[in-house]
């Protein structure tokens, strides 16, 4: 757990520019690699007198919010194509006040049981009784009991069967 832990911190954003140990610490972490194999920041940091060091630790701390805010900013330049990507794969679902409709069970996913191959993943029917603008809808069962408000996402439209009996 630890490695990959150790492996996501040091690993290049391409939203921030930076990794997050980067982010924390102000310096790039130094690899195990990195003291068998000689480098720049390592030799600075073992050949220094500590008062040469409290002062090149005051630097990076001034530099580090300079660090986040271009961070900031890269991440603020990539979030837009970010959401358009998303969003195209987004299917907007509406519902009026009045419309029948599933809402999917919750929890989709449930480890502690087995899993029943061939029963359905939605209940109701329910009917929409409130639409929020933020897209989430207050819903009644067939008891007329109020069921708390639930994103449109996990709702489907209900199409009652209608036999044609003469």
């Not at 271009?70 to 603020?76: G, T």
């Not at 969003?87 to 449930?110: E, H, Y």
């Not at 502690?112 to 819903?139: C, E, M």
């Amino acid at each position: 757990m630890e490695e990959a832990l150790w492996a996501y911190r040091t690993t290049h954003r391409t939203l921030t520019q930076a990794t997050p140990y980067a982010l924390v610490y102000v310096v790039e972490a130094i690899l195990t690699l990195q003291h068998q194999i000689p480098s720049l920041q390592l030799a600075i940091h073992e050949g220094i007198t500590s008062e040469e060091n409290a002062r090149l630790r005051l630097v990076e701390l001034e530099a580090l919010d300079e660090k986040r805010l271009e961070a900031q900013q890269s991440l603020e330049c990539c979030q837009p194509r970010l959401s358009c990507a998303f969003n195209k794969r987004v299917r907007q679902r509406s519902f009026q006040v009045g419309d029948q409709v599933f809402a999917v069970q919750r929890p989709i996913i449930t480890s502690h049981k087995p899993v029943r191959k061939f029963t359905s993943k939605w209940n109701g029917p329910y009917v929409v009784q409130d639409a929020y603008s933020i897209g989430a809808y207050k819903l009644l069962d067939a008891d007329d009991m109020s069921i708390a408000p639930i994103n449109g996402k996990l709702l489907k439209k209900y199409y009652p069967l209608r036999c044609n009996t003469p």
